[in-house]
């Protein structure tokens, strides 16, 4: 089985095109992308509404910005792990993999500081089955040839 990109496309089509890969590659790849979208969507504008705060409390507006910053960093991270997680990197896959626990350690530490929110619980399921997907037997089949043929056109 051959996971190839197919003929020859433009920059933000072969970004996005997900053609010749297992389903289960294709899923976990639109699950990291848009959950890093919207991960840097939201830090950006939670940084952004976070701003009013420096009249008020100028120490707790800089950890909250600095906080949202850090969450839109995280989330642009994660759409270029998804991307190449897609072109068959492994590194990518374990650090998504590694990202998905992070998540379960942040949902297990708010809901301890009893700051959590169901939003925290709903990311981390969300990431573990975009993470389980990545290690499905097709999935390590994807990742096996795409390896291969990297070692076969190195030589």
């Given at each position: 089985?051959?996971?190839?990109?197919?003929?020859?496309?433009?920059?933000?089509?072969?970004?996005?095109?997900?053609?010749?890969?297992?389903?289960?590659?294709?899923?976990?790849?639109?699950?990291?992308?848009?959950?890093?979208?919207?991960?840097?969507?939201?830090?950006?504008?939670?940084?952004?509404?976070?701003?009013?705060?420096?009249?008020?409390?100028?120490?707790?507006?800089?950890?909250?910005?600095?906080?949202?910053?850090?969450?839109?960093?995280?989330?642009?991270?994660?759409?270029?792990?998804?991307?190449?997680?897609?072109?068959?990197?492994?590194?990518?896959?374990?650090?998504?993999?590694?990202?998905?626990?992070?998540?379960?350690?942040?949902?297990?530490?708010?809901?301890?500081?009893?700051?959590?929110?169901?939003?925290?619980?709903?990311?981390?399921?969300?990431?573990?089955?975009a993470a389980v997907l990545l290690w499905l037997p097709a999935s390590r089949a994807y990742f096996a040839a795409a390896a291969a043929q990297r070692n076969t056109s190195?030589?």
């Open positions: 089985m051959s996971y190839t990109s197919g003929p020859r496309q433009g920059v933000l089509g072969s970004l996005f095109s997900v053609a010749g890969r297992p389903t289960e590659i294709k899923v976990s790849f639109w699950i990291w992308l848009i959950g890093g979208i919207l991960g840097m969507l939201g830090g950006l504008l939670g940084m952004l509404a976070s701003l009013v705060l420096f009249s008020a409390a100028p120490s707790t507006a800089a950890a909250v910005v600095t906080l949202m910053l850090l969450a839109a960093a995280v989330g642009v991270v994660q759409m270029v792990l998804a991307v190449r997680m897609k072109a068959g990197r492994n590194w990518a896959r374990l650090a998504l993999t590694a990202l998905s626990g992070a998540t379960l350690v942040l949902a297990v530490a708010n809901g301890a500081m009893g700051v959590g929110q169901a939003g925290n619980w709903i990311a981390f399921l969300i990431s573990l089955v190195a030589e």
